[in-house]
Nanobody
């Protein structure tokens, strides 16, 4: 079983940057597709970015060119570098581990607030 713990959220001004980290426990992390999702108040949880076992990535259109997902299998970690943040990026960000199309685990979430 894999457990995920996010960190790195906080309050940042528009145009600023944050780097989220997701620490994973358990074995075979390198076999999982890892993703970052977010959920704003009153909205459904949505995919932000995903990275496959081989390092291929895909992003939501709203974050393309601003966010970068990466993984370090040796450290059992996944990162989300967020640049040029906007108020509409405000949400709770969740780390996700999946095997194929099956979700294995969610983290507890970390709050990101973009406000002046």
């Amino acid at each position: 079983q894999v457990q995920l713990v996010e960190s790195g959220g906080g309050l940042v001004q528009p145009g600023g940057s944050l780097r989220l980290s997701c620490a994973a426990s358990g074995s075979f992390i390198s076999l999982y597709v890892m993703g970052w999702y977010r959920q704003a108040p009153g909205k459904q949880r949505e995919l932000v970015a995903r990275i496959t076992q081989g390092g291929s990535t895909n992003y939501a259109d709203s974050v393309k060119g601003r966010f970068t997902i990466s993984r370090d299998n040796g450290k059992k970690a996944v990162y989300l570098q967020m640049n040029m943040l906007k108020p509409e990026d405000t949400a709770v960000y969740y780390c996700n581990a999946a095997l194929g199309t099956a979700t294995l685990s969610w983290g507890q979430g970390t709050q990101v607030t973009v406000s002046s």
